[in-house]
């Protein structure tokens, strides 16, 4: 359990110091994160956009685009949209988000 609480730790100071993160954001930085250990941690891992929205209780697809976009110009994660729908877009952290997130978090 110590290292969860370690790496929640990181993740809540890091989200609390960024003035431009709003609830949209955190919502859907969460839904990331339960998408992330539902791949096994994989390094890109697939997403698709109704499931984080839906986890992130996001509804509007506008401000779903646009902070999964701000997540990515503010450095949190690396998007790569798919318009395949069986695809689904991959999405993979920075890499010092990487080294922490991905360490025991499941």
Known sequence: MGSI????????????ADQRLSA?????LA???????????????????????????IYSTSTYHKCIGE???????FYSPSYNPFLGSRVSWNSEDQAVLSCNLS
């Open 5 to 16: 609480d370690k790496n929640l730790d990181y993740l809540k100071d890091r989200i609390q």
């Open 24 to 28: 949209f954001h955190v919502s859907l």
């Open 71 to 77: 997540l990515q110009a503010f450095g949190y994660i």
């Open 31 to 57: 839904a990331l994160i339960f998408a992330s250990e539902n791949s096994g941690l994989t390094h890109p891992f697939q997403v698709s956009r109704s499931k984080l929205m839906r986890s992130s209780k």
